[in-house]
């Protein structure tokens, strides 16, 4: 009896669904503002790549959301952790030599491209998120090859507050502007492809990338022990 | 390039299913993030560099070392 009651409804929600879906061309151009912005992202936002001008110059505020998430999330996950740690820290191993100089060998490399991916987030490929999250893999890797080193708790929160501040208050600079609004882009824009070009969009991503690349530490860190 | 797509994603089809058939879970996440590595060359080759650096760095180095941390918390094996 269940099975034909929940069959029946599955079959109404089918129904439903193929009636809403049937006449909605997927794939096709429904909308202009793609367009739009493949157009004219370069000239409104001053940024060389289009994905960076939809990110930070068309939604910024879309953005702002996305980082507040990430950040709720890191200090869920750190409360969590942190609560349940109350016995010992446990014995680890020592790690290989091969793993222990090949993370100290790598670890500067790595750091100097995800700061490289986002401080050039408005030029090229890539931005404050996917800068973060490398150097959070090279702090990865530092965990692993050098057991007993630790995040300073201290520098981690305030570079977090600092990139959560530079961030909302860039955006509150953009209302006193004449003429702007909330986290619009209120600096020059300069030539697009160049390094100090796109007004607000590189130093939000620097902060950005900071605050992301903080964050993913901070989680790696509560997981891998936290306590010192 | 259409026969390249269609072999990676043949072996991510392969990759998911493995990872949802181990029993050890370890194995599990190494499938899992073969899976993230193959999707973010496929998002490269279909021309979104921005999301295959994400995917390649969260989905394959980031969330693997986190879900194997989780499994050595915990068991590796599946009951």
Known sequence: MRVLLSLAVVAVLAAGIVTVLRDVPFGGNSSRLGSHFVENGREDTGAANIVTSVVLGYRGFDTLGEVTVLFVAAVGLGALLVAGEKNAPRKLEKASMVLTTGSRFLFPLILLFGAYIFIHGHLTPGGGFQGGAIIASGYLLVYLGSRDRRLGKNWAASIETGGGLTFVLLGLAGLTAAGHWFLSNFLPLGVPGQLLSAGIIPIIYVAIGLKVGVELTGVIDSLMGGTE | ?79
Request: net charge negative; proline share 1%; charged share 10%.
């Open chain 2, 1 to 79: 390039m259409i026969f390249l797509v269609a072999f990676l994603v043949l072996v991510m089809l392969a990759a998911a299913i493995a990872a949802f058939f181990f029993r050890d879970l370890l194995s599990a996440v190494i499938a899992s993030c073969i899976v993230s590595l193959i999707a973010s060359i496929i998002f490269f080759l279909l021309q979104a560099p921005d999301v295959a650096m994400a995917e390649a760095s969260i989905g394959a180095a980031l969330l693997t070392a986190i879900l194997i941390i989780a499994i050595r918390r915990t068991g590796r094996y599946e009951e």
